[in-house]
């Protein structure tokens, strides 16, 4: 396995034991997801129409294959061949992940876009967020900025889209959200998607990335033994949100400019 990278972060942290670490790790990309997915995808004040929602699942298409599978594949090249059990379940998110790809490539079609894949133009925010995700050279790198950081954004930001009420819930934001949302019409607040993508999104989308956020953990126990590598992945992790803000901001940007 490549040797640890040394981040910036404060030394001289007591060092937790893996699983700790992992809890501890992922709690803080869900309360982080929680108050940057109110704040970003808040500014969507009504469902999308259907260039905006074509622009969103076009995106999501390219993302969910050039990010989901191509970071697992080189997280499982990287492992040790005695962490078999680790690669079987990398393996088993590269298929789902692909999956992810082709139903939002089918929305698209279905929508009336273009979803061939080869023939997407990725915009600068969608390579910030893969270049964010891919360019670790280590597996505790690779996984706390996909599945422990990245995969617990987009789940809020799924589930949100899904149902935008869940953004009435926090109420550190509610002020701001809640005028922005009950401004408009009250079928907003069913689905920021139409029906049939929501659906897809429910059945096909959330459940994995549940998975693959788990799986990330489990690698992270591993691994994530040391003050040195615990250090390195709080960076990642830093680094990994802020790339997240760059392409979100990007592409509710994009979608908010065709709906406008």
């Known amino acids: 396995m490549p040797a640890a990278n040394h981040g910036p972060h404060g030394e001289g942290t007591a060092t937790m034991d893996g699983r700790t670490f992992a809890i501890d790790l992922v709690r803080r990309s869900h309360e982080w997801a929680e108050r940057y997915v109110a704040q970003e995808y808040g500014r969507i004040r009504a ?14 298409m390219w993302r969910e294959y050039m990010i989901g599978v191509h970071v697992p594949a080189k997280t499982l090249a990287l492992l040790p061949d005695d962490a078999q059990d680790l690669k079987l379940l990398l393996t088993r998110q590269l298929l789902e992940e692909w999956k992810h790809s082709q139903v939002f490539a089918e929305r698209v079609r279905a929508l009336g876009g273009d979803g061939d894949l080869a023939r997407y133009t990725p915009t600068p925010g969608d390579w910030e967020l893969y270049y964010g995700t891919y360019n670790w050279s280590h597996p505790v790198e690779l996984v706390v900025s996909l599945q422990c ?4 954004m987009i789940t809020e930001m799924f589930k949100t889209l899904v149902d935008p009420k869940r953004l009435l819930v926090d109420e550190r934001t509610a002020a701001v959200i809640r005028e922005q949302i009950l401004a408009d019409d009250a079928q907003a607040l069913d689905s920021l998607v139409d029906p049939e993508t929501a659906r897809r999104l429910e059945e096909d989308v959330i459940p994995d990335e549940g998975q693959h956020i788990r799986y990330g953990r ?10 040195e590598v615990q250090q390195m992945a709080l960076h990642v992790q830093h680094r990994k949100m802020a790339a997240l803000q760059v392409s979100h901001g990007d592409l509710v940007d994009r979608v908010l400019a065709y709906d406008a």
Do not use: D, F, K, P
């Open 47 to 60: 469902r999308l129409q259907a260039r905006g929602l074509i622009e969103y699942c076009r995106s999501l």
């Open 149 to 152: 950081t990245g995969e617990v």
């Open 218 to 227: 489990v690698i992270l126990e591993r691994y994530a033994t040391s003050a």
